[in-house]
């Protein structure tokens, strides 16, 4: 496949504008808010009973999401093996992104009753998000140069951005307004909001799989797992002899877990602690969204006058000084601030993350499925970790989400420390197409 060509690289970036809308309407905004009025409204306390145990509404979310980023952690290293083994990756795209878009739409019938049936489909539409984005990952070192890493990586986002925004803003106006489209209430055209994501899912995605072409490798036979686990041995022993990979990686663990964790429950910290109504919440993300792709596009910029590891530094000192701020915050207005505070460097940091891992990869290998498959193993475990403490947290604190936003201070503070320990080495630049 040719490289930086603009049309493949806009079908690559199309990938995020189709899953974005899962990511933003059901995992940060329409969803968390619906979850919690629909089970308090059919249990009538934040105690409500899943397969007969009694635990904390939040915290039960919480740990579902935990449950589903311990799943993909544990099948993505095999996946993304074969991938890079078989020639597999758009496959498996395919496959996740079916699965992700199918429990979307299954979260139409739930009412808050069948509180089972919601938590088993949220927990499978965030394996298909999180599977396909492995996949989606590897592909970026197919595509572009590594000069070009930043640019584009901040790109995808920026597309991921804008096309949910508009789905949410679509979303906001049958909820708000279910009457103009001829709805007979905000909780039905809640519950639409969540189909309408698995069909612009779905279709979207279709342009990113219509562009992108495979490398031929061997096929697929028996003993795949064997394979597999072969493909990651390989880049297992390559990391021995990459000091600043392990580095980095060990960073991105640790403050991946903060943002990870902040975006999946920050608006759940709006309605438990602050008792903001739900538009205030949906509006508050919506704006985030807006201020998040210009933060991207800046700290892109930032990167290529002084490096991604200060550009990175100066995003985590911000995400500490919000962990900080949010134990302290009781109104509407602090709320306000630290989620354009948040939004500025949301972004920023998932790119510029991706581009810097990017960078590091070993020159001239050929298995990017396997090595991003490391990447992504540590993203969904620190997912893991950040949302478990989260929730244990909140059950220790009877209730309380402020001890939990505090904890997180932790994991952005050592993971800024150990950023600094990495060295990146300059690129040289290379013509666009």
Same mark, same amino acid.
């Given at each position: 496949m040719e490289l930086n060509l603009p049309r493949t690289i806009r079908a690559w970036c199309f990938f995020d504008w189709a899953n974005s809308a899962y990511s933003l309407v059901i995992t940060t905004a329409v969803f968390p808010l619906y979850y919690s009025a629909a089970t308090e409204q059919a249990f009538g306390d934040r105690i409500v009973e899943f397969f007969g145990i009694k635990v904390d509404k939040n915290a039960l979310y919480s740990y579902a999401i935990s449950f589903s980023f311990l799943l993909i952690a544990a099948l993505s290293p095999i996946l993304s093996g074969i991938a890079d083994y078989g020639?597999?990756?758009?496959?498996?795209?395919?496959?996740? /992104?079916?699965?992700? #878009?199918?429990?979307?739409? &299954?979260?139409?019938?739930?009412?808050?009753?069948?509180?089972?049936? $919601?938590?088993?489909a949220a927990v499978l539409a965030s394996v298909g998000y999180s599977g396909g984005i492995v996949f989606y990952n590897a592909f970026l070192p197919e595509i572009a140069?590594?000069? =070009?890493?930043?640019?584009?990586? #901040? =790109?995808?986002?920026?597309?991921?951005?804008? $096309?949910?925004?508009?789905?949410?803003?679509?979303?906001?106006?049958?909820? =708000?307004?279910?009457?103009?489209?001829?709805?007979?209430? #905000?909780?039905? +055209?809640?519950?639409?909001? !969540?189909?309408?994501?698995?069909?612009?899912?779905?279709?979207?995605?279709?342009?990113?799989? #219509?562009?992108?072409?495979?490398?031929?490798? *061997?096929?697929?036979? =028996?003993?795949?797992?064997?394979?597999?686990?072969?493909?990651?041995?390989?880049?297992w022993k390559s990391l021995q002899h990459h000091r600043y990979t392990r580095i980095f990686?060990?960073?991105?663990?640790? !403050?991946?877990?903060?943002?990870?964790?902040?975006?999946?429950? +920050?608006?759940?910290f709006g309605s438990s602690e602050l008792k903001l109504k739900a538009e205030q919440l949906i509006i508050t993300i919506l704006l985030l969204q807006?201020?998040?792709?210009?933060?991207?596009?800046?700290?892109?910029?930032? @990167?290529? &006058?002084?490096?991604?590891?200060?550009?990175?530094?100066?995003?985590?000192?911000?995400?500490? +000084?919000?962990?900080?701020? +949010?134990?302290?915050?009781?109104?509407?207005?602090?709320?306000?601030?630290?989620?354009?505070a948040v939004g500025m460097v949301m972004g920023g940091v998932q790119s510029l993350s991706r581009a810097t891992y990017s960078k590091l990869i070993p020159q001239g290998t050929r298995d990017t499925a396997s090595f991003f498959s490391f990447y992504d193993v540590l993203?969904?475990?620190?997912?893991?970790l950040g949302t478990m403490v989260y929730g244990a947290v909140?059950?220790?604190?009877?209730?309380?989400?402020?001890? @939990?936003?505090?904890?997180?201070?932790?994991?952005?503070? /050592?993971?800024?420390?150990?950023?600094?320990? &990495?060295?990146?080495?300059?690129?040289?630049?290379? *013509?666009? @197409?």
């Open positions: 020639g597999t990756k758009k496959r498996f795209m395919q496959l996740f /992104t079916l699965l992700g #878009a199918f429990s979307c739409a &299954v979260l139409f019938f739930f009412t808050g009753k069948n509180i089972e049936l $919601g938590i088993i140069t590594a000069d =070009q890493f930043d640019r584009i990586s #901040a =790109q995808g986002f920026s597309y991921g951005y804008i $096309g949910s925004v508009i789905l949410l803003i679509i979303s906001l106006a049958m909820i =708000q307004q279910p009457s103009w489209f001829g709805l007979p209430d #905000a909780f039905w +055209a809640t519950r639409l909001s !969540f189909l309408m994501v698995a069909l612009w899912w779905i279709g979207f995605s279709q342009i990113t799989f #219509a562009a992108l072409q495979e490398r031929k490798k *061997h096929r697929l036979g =028996q003993n795949l797992l064997v394979r597999g686990f072969r493909e990651l041995k390989k880049v990686l060990l960073a991105f663990f640790l !403050f991946n877990t903060g943002v990870q964790t902040t975006i999946y429950l +920050a608006s759940l807006v201020i998040a792709v210009v933060g991207a596009t800046l700290f892109a910029r930032l @990167s290529d &006058v002084r490096g991604n590891r200060f550009a990175l530094s100066v995003i985590l000192i911000i995400w500490i +000084a919000v962990c900080l701020s +949010a134990y302290f915050v009781y109104d509407a207005i602090g709320f306000y601030i630290l989620a354009g993203d969904k475990c620190s997912t893991v909140i059950q220790l604190s009877g209730g309380s989400m402020r001890n @939990s936003a505090l904890a997180l201070s932790f994991f952005f503070i /050592t993971g800024l420390i150990t950023l600094q320990q &990495v060295r990146i080495p300059p690129l040289p630049k290379t *013509h666009v @197409s």
